[in-house]
């Protein structure tokens, strides 16, 4: 399995899609799925009956995972980049691609 190139804790920029443009921190990543799960962005609405757990029953919103290819990693300046992996101090290190600085991750 090849090393992840966006994780949990990354802010990510939306590439398309109805949220494009948006911006966010990755709250979960779905390796299988090839999913991301990003914060603000994606946000599915379920209608729930009234039930013993949850009385009032309503509208629950959440973020909805999203496929890994519509968000690419936000460089410094919030501008999206690609990720590549370079070897810096005997170290595998995530890389943007646009200004060359290592991505704290």
Known sequence: MAAAKIKK???VVV??????????T??????KDEKVVVQGVNIAARHRKPSQQN????????EAPMHIS???VADKD???TRVRFEERDGK??????????????
Do not use: C, N, W, Y
């Not at 590439?15 to 966010?24: E, P």
């Open 15 to 24: 590439r398309s899609g109805k949220d494009k443009g948006r911006t966010g």
């Open 70 to 72: 519509k968000v690419s």
């Open 9 to 11: 804790g990354d802010t």
């Open 26 to 31: 990755v709250l979960q990543v779905l390796p």
């Open 78 to 80: 919030g501008k999206p």
């Open 92 to 105: 595998k290190v995530r890389v943007a691609v646009k200004s060359g600085e290592a991505i704290d991750g």
């Open 55 to 62: 009385p009032q029953g309503g509208i629950d919103r959440f």
